[in-house]
Structure formats: C-alpha cells, structure tokens
C-alpha cells in the first residue's frame, strides 16, 4: 500500500499570460493613467500618455511627465523615472514644505540646528514660499547633515537607480539598432545625479530650454520641431506596446 499521495484532484497550473490577456492589461492601464493627476491636480499631457502607460507596463516607475510645449516649461518631451521606494521626505508635518527626501542621518536635526541659528523655525526654513530667500541656508544645512553620512535606506535606493538605469540603457540600445534614425528622433537618457533619469526625445537644447524666455523667432523654430519630437516619444511608445503584447514586461520579477 501506498501512502502520503493524494489521490483524486489534480494540482492546478498557473495561467501563462496571453497575447489577448496582455493587450487587456495594456488597456486597464491606460485607464489608470487617465485619472492620474499631478500636485496642481493637472492630468497627464495627451502627448506623453502613451510613452507613461508603455513605461510602466515594461517595469519601470514614472514620477513625472510632460509632452513639450512652446510657451512654457521645456520644449522636449519628457518622462522622470526612478526605482521604487524613495525615502520618506524631511519634516511630513510641515504644510507648504519643500521637496528634501532624507538623504543623510540626522539630517532633520541638522537643518533645526541651523535654522536655529539664523532665528528662524524649521517650519520657515523649509516654506515653500520661502524658497528663494532661505536657499543658502538650506545648503548649509545640507553640508552640516552629509558630515553624518548617508542612510542606509538612500544608499539602498540609489543602488536599485542604478540598476533602473542600466536597464534602460539596454531597452534603448534595442530599439535604436531595431530603428536607426536621426539624433533627434531617437529617445534619450539624460542623468539627473545618483537619483533621477530623465528619458526624453528632441534635442538636448529643447529640453534644457526655458520657453518663457523665448523670443518670436526662436518659439516659431521650435513649433515647428516639437511635433516631430513628440511623434518621436509616440513612435517608442509604439515599440514599447508591442514588446510587451509579444513577450511581456522588459523588466521581469
């Protein structure tokens, strides 16, 4: 007699995702992403949509977008990716506070201590609103914080950045072999230091531009080149959609 087997049921297998089941995916996503809206309580710009909801079904975590304008912000499309789990930001509490995720130990402290010094609350230090007359300070606060060194947790995100990083290096060599073209119709990586990647297309001029600045003659150039730009951003998000249909993520589990 043979015992310790189960007799009568047979174990089920997990479902091996289809062509169909991931073009439904495909679809829930893009309904996700129709109701994101950023900090102003804006939607995302019809023009970068495509390429967010391509990202994100490949692996990779978008925190901010846009898809070029003439009249304000830059004239390239964009979208900022980073790796999951960024630590938490400096003073939770505080309304109207600026963006400073915790970077080095005690670097709460650190920042009390110089405001302290100056006469000012943290609170007043970190103000939005007081953004452009405290910026000094706050540097020095920074300088007196990295003589702590840096968190673990940071050291650990910027390590999975890297790897982010990486990772898209090699997604963009992929399509670039599979669709040569000019320099400006092809996406791009520009390094935001150990924390942020920017991927964009256009030129590097565009995306460093400041389009309020512009003259008549310079916005009108630029008009006539965004177009092409955001055709560009949509072509790789074409590329991005039927790599995953085909053959699921890029970045696997």
């Given at each position: ?112 201590q110089v405001a302290q010094a100056h006469g000012l609350t943290a609170e007043a230090l970190m103000d939005r609103g007081n953004g452009d007359t405290t910026g000094d300070l706050r540097q020095e606060a920074l300088v007196l914080a990295a003589k702590n060194g840096e968190t673990p947790e940071y050291q650990a995100w910027v390590g999975r950045n890297h790897s982010v990083r990486g990772t898209l290096e090699h997604l963009l060599s992929d399509y670039q072999a599979a669709h040569p073209g ?72």
């Amino acid at each position: 007699m043979v015992t310790g087997l189960t007799v009568g049921r047979t174990p089920s297998l997990p479902l091996v995702p289809t062509r169909e089941s991931r073009e439904r995916e495909w679809q829930d996503r893009e309904q996700q992403v129709d109701g994101t809206q950023d900090a102003l309580g804006l939607g995302l710009d019809p023009g970068i949509k495509f390429a967010v909801v391509g990202l994100q079904a490949n692996g990779f975590h978008t925190v901010q977008s846009c898809e070029g304008h003439s009249n304000r912000g830059c004239g390239a499309p964009w979208v900022d990716i980073e790796a999951p789990g960024v630590p938490k930001a400096l003073f939770e509490g505080f309304p109207n506070k600026l963006f400073y995720i915790r970077t080095y130990n005690q670097e709460e402290a650190a920042f009390r201590q110089v405001a302290q010094a100056h006469g000012l609350t943290a609170e007043a230090l970190m103000d939005r609103g007081n953004g452009d007359t405290t910026g000094d300070l706050r540097q020095e606060a920074l300088v007196l914080a990295a003589k702590n060194g840096e968190t673990p947790e940071y050291q650990a995100w910027v390590g999975r950045n890297h790897s982010v990083r990486g990772t898209l290096e090699h997604l963009l060599s992929d399509y670039q072999a599979a669709h040569p073209g000019s320099e400006d119709g092809q996406p791009h990586l520009e390094i935001w230091g150990p924390e942020k990647v920017r991927l964009y297309t256009g030129t590097q001029a565009d995306l460093d531009s400041h389009t309020w600045e512009m003259g008549a003659a310079e916005r009108a150039s630029l008009e006539q080149r965004l177009p092409r730009s955001r055709r560009a951003m949509n072509d790789f998000a074409d590329y991005l959609k039927d790599r995953f249909v085909s053959a699921g993520p890029y970045v696997k589990d």
